[in-house]
């Protein structure tokens, strides 16, 4: 079964084809018209899905050779309602136009089971970091549909944070990637940073504090951004990992698989990849695989059209959806 996946969620237009074989086709297209503005803009990020959604789509059918899938995946939510509209309308244009199934698929579902896209070998129940500009969760991934909210952000998301402590010392946007490389340069230990707790919910994250810590600091004295971005990255990394620890405690399960574009972030798959010194099962995704693309929603809705599930074509996008 060849499914077409469309997500358009944020700021990325994206169009996947997966087969039984995995990925055929995986085409993503990365607005820039948000950088002058230093975040993402809903509104422009709706117009900009509109103007690049037909082409993506025409894009990825191209390359996998599939001329008319066999069923049609959309994101319908969490994210921007607008932004989700122009992909969700297309794909049930498209799965309408073809007499095919489709698929409404949660965006969070979506990043909880790519991991198992490109890793076979990842078998439930495993803990699942979803880390992006928009979210941060842990979860307990038991099976397709079966999850558990271990943890997650009160406040910022650990992506959100990273592109705040850019724009406090103008790196750019998005800025993600921009700390990820001034860190390896910098030196953590030239600034002592917080690690944020939420009193009384021990497997939920603030990163509103350490934001705070890092603007704090910049005004009382000057400092070396490399070094800023180092002692910054370490502590949110911490605070990632000290939850990922205390939830395998929890849980019994050493399984776990990141997810999400922080997940591209080499101080967390550093780290990450440091707990298999202690017998735990690892999985960190691709860094193509970690940013929004069309293959995890074709993938889980793949899965769940595999297990025989049909959505109506009436059915409506959410802006909040939790998955569990």
């Known amino acids: 079964m060849n499914?077409?996946?469309?997500?358009?969620?944020?700021?990325e237009s994206a169009a996947s084809v997966v087969g039984a074989d995995g990925v055929r086709a995986d085409i993503i297209y990365s607005q820039r018209?948000?950088?002058?503005y230093g975040?993402?803009?809903?509104?422009?990020?709706?117009?900009?899905?509109?103007?690049r959604i037909a082409a993506?789509?025409?894009?990825?059918?191209?390359?996998?050779?599939?001329?008319?899938?066999?069923?049609?995946?959309?994101?319908?939510?969490p994210g921007l309602v607008g932004a989700v509209l122009v992909g969700f309308?297309?794909?049930?244009a498209l799965a309408r136009a073809w007499d095919?199934?489709?698929?409404?698929?949660?965006?969070?579902e979506g990043h909880l089971l790519s991991p198992r896209l490109d890793e076979p070998d990842l078998v439930f129940p495993y803990l699942g970091l979803v880390v992006s500009g928009g979210h941060t969760a842990l979860y307990l991934v038991e099976g397709l549909g079966r999850y558990q909210t271990l943890g997650q952000t009160v406040d910022d998301a650990v992506g959100e944070a990273f592109d705040k402590v850019a724009r406090m010392m103008d790196l750019g946007y998005p800025g993600g990637p921009v700390v990820d490389r001034m860190a390896a340069l910098g030196d953590a230990t030239a600034l002592t940073l917080p690690r944020p707790r939420v009193r009384g919910e021990p497997m939920a994250w603030s990163f509103a504090g350490l934001k705070t810590a890092v603007r704090q600091a910049l005004a009382r004295e000057v400092l070396d951004p490399k070094d800023v971005c180092a002692a910054f990255?370490?502590?949110?990394?911490?605070?990632?990992?000290?939850?990922?620890?205390?939830?395998?405690?929890?849980?019994?399960?050493?399984?776990?698989a990141l997810a999400g574009g922080v997940a591209a972030n080499e101080g967390l798959r550093s780290a990450a990849l440091a707990l298999k010194a202690d017998g735990v099962e690892v999985f960190v995704p691709p860094k193509?695989?970690?940013?929004?693309?069309?293959?995890?929603?074709?993938?889980?809705?793949?899965?769940h059209l595999m297990a025989g599930r049909r959505d109506r074509l009436d059915m409506t996008v959410r802006a909040q959806w939790p998955v569990a």
């Not at 990255?233 to 776990?256: I, P």
């Not at 193509?288 to 899965?303: L, P």
Request: hydrophobic share 45%.
């Open 3 to 11: 499914v077409l996946g469309v997500e358009t969620s944020c700021d």
């Open 33 to 36: 018209v948000h950088e002058a």
């Open 39 to 51: 975040g993402v803009v809903p509104e422009l990020a709706a117009r900009a899905h509109l103007e």
């Open 56 to 77: 993506v789509v025409e894009a990825a059918l191209t390359e996998s050779g599939v001329s008319r899938p066999d069923a049609v995946a959309a994101t319908a939510g």
């Open 89 to 92: 309308s297309w794909a049930k």
């Open 100 to 108: 095919v199934p489709f698929i409404g698929v949660n965006h969070l």
């Open 233 to 256: 990255q370490e502590a949110a990394v911490d605070s990632l990992m000290s939850r990922v620890r205390l939830a395998m405690k929890q849980t019994g399960v050493r399984r776990l």
């Open 288 to 303: 193509t695989r970690c940013t929004d693309n069309g293959s995890m929603i074709a993938y889980a809705g793949r899965c």
